[in-house]
C-alpha cells in the first residue's frame, strides 16, 4: 500500500513538509494555525481521518482499524492552548479530524499553560517561527479563528527551538477530546445497533451541511471552519436516527457510550426532549429471559420525513 503523501502546511513563498521536521513540535498555534494543520493532516489522509458513508462502510466491512493509514502520517506534537483546542473540538466535524489523529497516535496533544510570543514549529535539528504573512487576517492574536490569518511566513533556522520545549512538554497534560472520529462513531453503532443505524446516523449528521448548502448558506457550507454542528446537536442526531431505524434504546445509549459520545444520563435527557417534542416513543419488546427492553420509535414529522434533510428539519423545527 502507498504511503499517504506528508501534510504541507502554506507559507506565504510556498510550502513545508511537516515529514521535513525530526520529531516535530508545534508551539501555541493560534486557531487558525492549528485548523490550518488539520487540514494537511486531513488531506493527506481523508478516508481514514474524514471518511465519507463510503469510506466508512469499507472500513468497517475490511475489519482492522481503520485509522492505520493515519499511522504512516508524520507524528507531530501539538503544545497548544485550551483557547486553540477549543476553537477546533467545540465544533462537531472537525472535533472528529482531531479525534482520529489522536485516536492513531500521530497527534501527541498537550496543553500549554503559558502563551508565547509567536508560533513555533521546530525539529530536532532545525525549528522557525510562524507569523501570519501581512494582509492575511493580522497578527493571529487572541481573536484569532480557524478561518483566519494564512498563509504564514517562516522566520529563521534555529537548531535549539525543539530542545527548548523538552521539559514543559514532559510536564504538560495531555488533552482529552470528548468527540470520537467518524470511524470509531461508526464502528460502535454498527456492532451494537446495527448497519441500517450506523449508516442513518452518519446521513443525519451529514445533512446539517447539506441541507445549508443547498439554501446557499455560504457561512454553514464553508468547510472546517464554518460548520455549525456542536457535539450536542451530534449527540440529538445520533439519537434521532437510532429511532427512525428502530434501534433498542440500551443498545444505542451502549453505542454512543462505547463512542465516546455521551454518557447514559445525558441521553436520557435527549430522550426526554424528543418526547416532549411528540417526536419519539417506545414500544416493548419481551425477551426469552427478562423484562422487555424497549424500542425507539419514531414519531410525528420525525417519522413522516422522507429523508436524513426533511428529519434534520423536523429537529430544527423542535429547536432541537
Known amino acids: 500500500m502507498t504511503s499517504p503523501p506528508s501534510p504541507t502546511l502554506p ?3 510556498g510550502e513545508i513538509s511537516i515529514g521535513s521536521f525530526a520529531d516535530p513540535v508545534v508551539v501555541d498555534p493560534d486557531p487558525a494555525l492549528l485548523a490550518a494543520l488539520l487540514r494537511a493532516y486531513r488531506d493527506a489522509a481523508p478516508a481514514a481521518i474524514d471518511p465519507d458513508l ?7 466491512e475490511a475489519g ?44 501527541d496533544l498537550r ?10 514549529l521546530a525539529g530536532r535539528s532545525d525549528g522557525c517561527v510562524l507569523v501570519a504573512a501581512a494582509g492575511d487576517g493580522g497578527d493571529g492574536g487572541a481573536d484569532a479563528t480557524p478561518a483566519g490569518p494564512g498563509p504564514w511566513c ?11 520545549y523538552d521539559a514543559p512538554l514532559a510536564d504538560a497534560e495531555g488533552v482529552r477530546i470528548r468527540t470520537p472520529s467518524r470511524h470509531r462513531l461508526y464502528g460502535a453503532l ?34 472546517d471552519e464554518s460548520d455549525p454542528l456542536d457535539r450536542g446537536g451530534a449527540r440529538v442526531r445520533t439519537y434521532a436516527a437510532g429511532a427512525r431505524r428502530g434501534a433498542l434504546d440500551r443498545d444505542l445509549r ?18 426526554r426532549d424528543l418526547v ?10 419481551s425477551q426469552p429471559v427478562g423484562r422487555p427492553r424497549k424500542r425507539l420509535v419514531a414519531r410525528g414529522a420525525l417519522a413522516n420525513a422522507s429523508s436524513p434533510a426533511a428529519a434534520l428539519e423536523a429537529l430544527r423545527e423542535n429547536g432541537l
Open 190 to 223: 454498527r456492532d451494537r445497533c446495527g448497519d441500517g443505524v450506523a449508516d442513518e446516523a452518519v446521513r443525519l449528521l451529514d445533512a446539517e451541511r447539506e441541507v445549508d448548502a443547498a439554501r446557499g448558506d455560504s457561512a454553514a457550507s464553508g468547510g
Open 64 to 107: 482492522g482499524d481503520p485509522l492505520a493509514p493515519v499511522t504512516d502520517l508524520p507524528a507531530l506534537t501539538v503544545f497548544a492552548s485550551g483557547r486553540a483546542v477549543d476553537a477546533i473540538a467545540d465544533r462537531f466535524r472537525p472535533a472528529t479530524r482531531l479525534a482520529a489523529l489522536v485516536e492513531a497516535g500521530v497527534w
Open 111 to 120: 496543553t500549554l499553560g503559558e502563551p508565547q510570543p509567536n508560533a513555533v
Open 54 to 60: 463510503d469510506a466508512l462502510r469499507s472500513g468497517a
Open 276 to 285: 416532549e417534542a411528540g417526536l419519539l416513543g417506545t414500544e416493548p419488546v
Open 154 to 164: 517562516r522566520i529563521g533556522d534555529d537548531p535549539t527551538l525543539r530542545g527548548r
Open 254 to 271: 451502549r453505542a454512543c457510550e462505547d463512542a465516546g459520545l455521551g454518557s447514559s444520563a445525558t441521553f436520557t435527557r435527549i430522550k
Open 11 to 13: 507559507l506565504a513563498d
